[in-house]
């Protein structure tokens, strides 16, 4: 999605004091044009992110009364989707900064930090360092191969200002830091012509604040490549844009060479030693380097210089030269992923979980379910969903999980409870009112609904404060809550949570020390969570949204009577899909029907689970959430940290087609397929696995009528959703045998797939 404003978040516990989490919208454009659609982006913005403890605005002085005034005199309409905005919220939090022709920040609304001058660069380097790393500035190599600078320094990862370049607004962010700099300036080298944005843009800044000005002449240059050849010094009246130095040094060759006085020359990056950094600050726009203050910064880079001994080449790694801004580029190196049962892929805890509220194949009594969220008003359903409603009301079913409830309550409900606030799901009403008939010894709190005034119901209450949630995947609306409270110094905080379901350990760190944070160590809020289990929180471009979009596309192109075979078996689908937020999500039907019109069944003995269990007491949406947690587990670890299914530029991490020749029970294969993305099934990375993966749906096309192919029509959907890729002779060799199998299902559709491909 590209965005109108550039907006970024990150914390500030060093520059003035602990300012907290800190979003920063940075507006370049003369005029907000649509007030609805900045407030929709920042709402998008916010669902992605955590709550903020200040919120900052950017814009330049140039920017139309009109629009100014939306942001200074009614913050409440411009961030009125923002969780927990409030008038008070705005009046002491909100800071908005208005930038001139020389790039100066004055504050037009809201407190000044004490130390404003750190804030603003803190503000800065942590905006540019985001940018950096969220647009692929940081090129990294794989085992196989490392870089070779133009000075002949080698090392396994270089800067590249250039992809960092890509946003209209980011470049704006970039350039405004450049406006001190243009001082009777007749000319700009750039050392790249990747960078050359930067130069322009400056210049329409400079003309939007109404300067008469003659427009510097830009060039560019291949960085050393020139300093070695060039011998006559630039003019005095030119700026040097210098995209990165892991040193600096490419300024002293300049200096040694008298080619520039070091006033002329800008860096834009810098990642590298202390020493050398103070050595050339007032040049350098952003230091990327990882401090003790500064922990979203990067490592040094492990380099060698010319005449060293490279450990990189010592290993064997192959040397790749950089020449100018560019590198020779390599095939990305491809690793097939064997699925095992060890912990490294499958730990424990996810079988004695789906184990502990398995529903027996009955859709009325299952728990775990698919492509369902809790709101009536949303359109977006989680692709893993925990039905805690029926936990509660069934919690007599579910003996080993009650156990462990009761004993949290004994625990953990003070006695000083004064207010339990539920969110505002049905799971969480339930569990607070089960939590009321578990609490004895006179305990009896005031029971508050998260709606728009429950604030408005603490006045002049102290003692303890429960917040209960029945399951927390993003945590938002908790953090909201914790915010709001602070205006309660009386009331101590209990979040209780009865199933806590983050997507990786790092995030469920970071938020339960979000939530836990107090004013002092000692006035930390407790976070209690009956269960923790690690999963995917995914609710945009789910498998089953992608499905009902790709369904309503091929309904619409294809024939309904001479299509009627696969006209009838889409529709069905469709309905399918459709009652999805009636039935309160999928669970037995969440998979294409075989063929036969069949459910697709887990037969005995699945290898990662150890409980037993029989064909028809499983429901398709627990083994889903098995295979989901080991994906999702797989997805969230380093690229390096094998065994992983993370992705890189030089490195593709993908599931070997052996895997559905070793789980060949259909209904995993439809598990795997769904479950993953389409990194993982990009077998046209790879010869021999694509024409491995054609083998296979080729044997299923030749035993179309027994199990071995009950499958096949979510592999047909993969394909068709470009999700599974081949090499193209594969995939017209497998489609145009499709074409001529007797299944007018199948054979339609390939049909139709080929078709689409041929398109583009």
């Given at each position: 999605m590209n965005n109108n404003y550039f907006?970024?978040?990150?914390?500030?516990?060093?520059?003035?004091?602990?300012?907290?989490?800190?979003?920063?919208?940075?507006?370049?454009?003369?005029?907000?044009?649509?007030?609805?659609?900045?407030?929709?982006?920042?709402?998008?913005?916010?669902?992605?992110?955590?709550?903020?403890?200040?919120?900052?605005?950017?814009?330049?002085?140039?920017?139309?009364?009109?629009?100014?005034?939306?942001?200074?005199?009614?913050?409440?309409?411009?961030?009125?989707?923002?969780?927990?905005?409030?008038?008070?919220?705005?009046?002491?939090?909100?800071?908005?900064?208005?930038?001139?022709?020389?790039?100066?920040?004055?504050?037009?609304?809201?407190?000044?930090?004490?130390?404003?001058?750190?804030?603003?660069?803190?503000?800065?380097?942590?905006?540019?360092?985001?940018?950096?790393?969220?647009?692929?500035?940081?090129?990294?190599?794989t085992p196989d191969h490392h870089f070779v600078f133009p000075s002949g320094k080698h090392c396994s990862r270089f800067l590249r200002t250039g992809n960092v370049l890509i946003n209209h607004p980011e470049i704006f962010y970039l350039s405004f830091q450049l406006l001190p700099k243009l001082k009777?300036?007749?000319?700009?080298?750039?050392?790249t012509a990747s960078i050359n944005a930067l130069p322009y843009t400056l210049f329409e800044l400079k003309?939007?604040?109404?300067?008469?000005?003659?427009?510097?002449?830009?060039?560019?240059?291949?960085?050393?490549?020139l300093f070695e050849d060039k011998t006559s010094s630039f003019p005095p009246d030119s700026l040097i844009l210098i995209s990165s130095s892991t040193s600096g040094g490419i300024i002293v060759r300049m200096l040694e060479k008298e080619l520039v006085s070091k006033s002329q020359i800008c860096l834009l990056y810098f990642l590298g030693s202390n020493s050398?950094?103070?050595?050339?600050?007032?040049?350098?726009?952003?230091?990327?380097?990882?401090?003790?203050?500064?922990?979203?910064?990067?490592?040094?880079?492990?380099?060698?210089?010319?005449?060293?001994?490279?450990?990189?080449?010592?290993?064997?790694?192959?040397?790749?030269?950089?020449?100018?801004?560019?590198?020779?580029?390599?095939?990305?190196?491809?690793?097939?992923?064997?699925?095992?049962?060890?912990?490294?892929?499958?730990?424990?805890?996810?079988?004695?979980?789906?184990?502990?509220?398995?529903?027996?194949?009955?859709?009325?009594?299952?728990?775990?379910?698919?492509?369902?969220?809790?709101?009536t008003n949303g359109?977006?359903?989680?692709?893993?969903?925990?039905?805690?409603?029926?936990?509660?009301?069934?919690?007599?079913?579910?003996?080993?999980?009650?156990?462990?409830?009761d004993k949290c309550i004994d625990k953990c409900i003070p006695a000083n409870s004064k207010v339990i606030l539920t969110l505002p799901d049905v799971g969480s009403r339930h569990l607070a009112d089960y939590i009321l008939t578990q609490t004895s010894g006179g305990i009896n709190p005031k029971v508050i609904k998260f709606e728009d005034n429950w604030v408005d119901e603490l006045n002049g209450i102290n003692g303890t404060i429960v917040i209960v949630a029945s399951c927390i995947s993003s945590g938002k609306k908790m953090l909201q809550i914790s915010r709001l409270l602070r205006k309660f110094p009386n009331l101590c905080i209990v979040y209780f949570i009865g199933i806590f379901r983050p997507p990786n350990e790092n995030y469920s760190k970071t938020l339960s020390s979000n939530l836990s944070k107090g004013s002092t160590p000692s006035d930390s809020s407790p976070v209690i969570a009956v269960e923790t289990i690690k999963c995917s929180n995914k609710k945009k471009n789910t498998p089953w949204a992608r499905e009902k979009d790709y369904i309503d596309k091929v309904i619409t192109e294809i024939d309904e009577e001479s299509d009627a075979e696969l006209d009838n078996y889409l529709n069905q689908r469709r309905n399918t899909l459709l009652n999805a937020k009636i039935a309160g999500g999928l669970s037995n039907d969440i998979f294409l029907k075989t063929l036969n019109g069949k459910d697709l069944l887990l037969n005995k003995n699945f290898a990662f689970w150890e409980f037993d269990y029989e064909e028809k007491e499983v429901a398709q949406s627990e083994l889903y959430f098995q295979i989901s947690a080991i994906l999702n587990k797989l997805f969230n670890k380093e690229v390096t940290d094998h065994p992983s299914l993370n992705q890189t530029n030089y490195v593709r991490n993908l599931l070997s087609p052996g895997n559905f020749s070793r789980f060949n029970d259909g209904i995993i294969q439809a598990a795997l397929l769904r479950a993953g993305d389409s990194s993982v099934f990009s077998y046209d990375l790879d010869k021999s696995s694509s024409q491995e993966m054609k083998e296979q749906l080729l044997s299923m096309l030749e035993k179309l009528q027994t199990d071995d192919s009950e499958a096949l029509p979510e592999f047909m959907l993969a394909i068709g959703l470009k999700k599974l890729k081949l090499f193209d002779e594969d995939l017209i060799e497998f489609l145009n045998k499709a074409i001529g199998c007797e299944n007018k299902i199948i054979s339609r559709l390939a049909e139709y797939i080929l078709a689409e491909n041929s398109k583009n």
């Open positions: 907006t970024f978040q990150y914390k500030d516990d060093s520059s003035c004091g602990n300012l907290g989490v800190i979003t920063v919208v940075f507006i370049h454009q003369q005029s907000i044009t649509n007030f609805n659609a900045f407030s929709q982006e920042i709402d998008v913005f916010f669902q992605e992110h955590a709550l903020s403890d200040k919120i900052v605005v950017i814009f330049g002085k140039y920017l139309e009364q009109k629009s100014k005034d939306f942001i200074i005199k009614t913050p409440e309409e411009a961030f009125k989707r923002v969780p927990g905005r409030s008038k008070d919220f705005f009046d002491k939090n909100l800071l908005v900064y208005s930038f001139d022709a020389e790039g100066s920040m004055v504050c037009v609304k809201g407190k000044t930090p004490k130390n404003e001058k750190e804030f603003h660069k803190f503000l800065l380097r942590s905006g540019s360092t985001i940018l950096f790393k969220n647009n692929g500035g940081l090129v990294e190599s009777e300036t007749s000319y700009i080298y750039c050392d003309r939007r604040f109404g300067q008469d000005f003659v427009c510097p002449l830009v060039y560019s240059f291949k960085s050393y490549d050398d950094y103070r050595a050339h600050a007032e040049q350098i726009i952003c230091n990327l380097t990882k401090e003790l203050n500064f922990d979203i910064g990067l490592d040094v880079l492990d380099s060698f210089k010319k005449n060293e001994l490279c450990k990189f080449c010592d290993e064997n790694s192959r040397p790749i030269p950089i020449k100018g801004d560019v590198f020779l580029t390599v095939q990305p190196q491809v690793n097939l992923l064997s699925l095992k049962t060890i912990p490294e892929y499958a730990p424990k805890a996810f079988p004695y979980f789906i184990e502990k509220f398995r529903g027996f194949g009955s859709s009325e009594n299952t728990i775990l379910k698919v492509y369902y969220k809790d709101d359109k977006e359903n989680y692709e893993i969903y925990i039905d805690y409603a029926k936990l509660i009301e069934n919690i007599e079913r579910f003996g080993t999980y009650k156990k462990s409830l």
